[in-house]
């Protein structure tokens, strides 16, 4: 079992910067597959980003390549995405996800066990 708690979502102008942290319980956080999904408000779970076990593989949706940036610590249990050039369509409720599937990234919801319960994202312009 995984429990995932996102933190570092708030409200930032178009063009900034933010940080968001996804701490993970469980002590076999470092073989999971991890990965980044956001929803606005009357859209679908969109993916966002993904990262393998060791951080040796990340993939992107080709909306946020070269602004995001997803990465782990291990020692930590946590996993990071790092947003940068935010826009005003990058506004949604940000959630990690979990796969135990550690060596291959998934774009799907459905391949993920485990999930956060979110953290706000508010880009003005």
């Known amino acids: 079992q995984v429990q995932l708690v996102e933190s570092g979502g708030g409200l930032v102008q178009a063009g900034g910067s933010l940080r968001l942290s996804c701490a993970a319980s469980?002590?076999?956080?470092?073989?999971?597959?991890m990965g980044w999904f956001r929803q606005a408000p009357g859209k679908e779970r969109e993916f966002v980003a993904a990262?393998?076990?060791?951080?040796?593989?990340?993939y992107y949706v080709a909306s946020v390549k070269g602004r995001f940036t997803i990465s782990r610590d291990n020692a930590k249990n946590t996993v990071y995405l790092q947003m940068s050039s935010l826009k005003p369509e990058d506004t949604a409720v940000y959630s990690c996800?979990?796969?135990?599937?550690?060596?291959?990234?998934?774009?799907?919801?459905?391949?993920?066990?485990?999930w956060g319960q979110g953290t706000q994202v508010t880009v003005s312009s």
């Open positions: 469980g002590r076999t956080f470092s073989s999971y597959g």
């Open positions: 996800a979990a796969t135990r599937s550690g060596s291959y990234y998934s774009t799907r919801t459905r391949d993920y066990e485990y």
């Open positions: 990262i393998i076990w060791n951080g040796g593989t990340t």
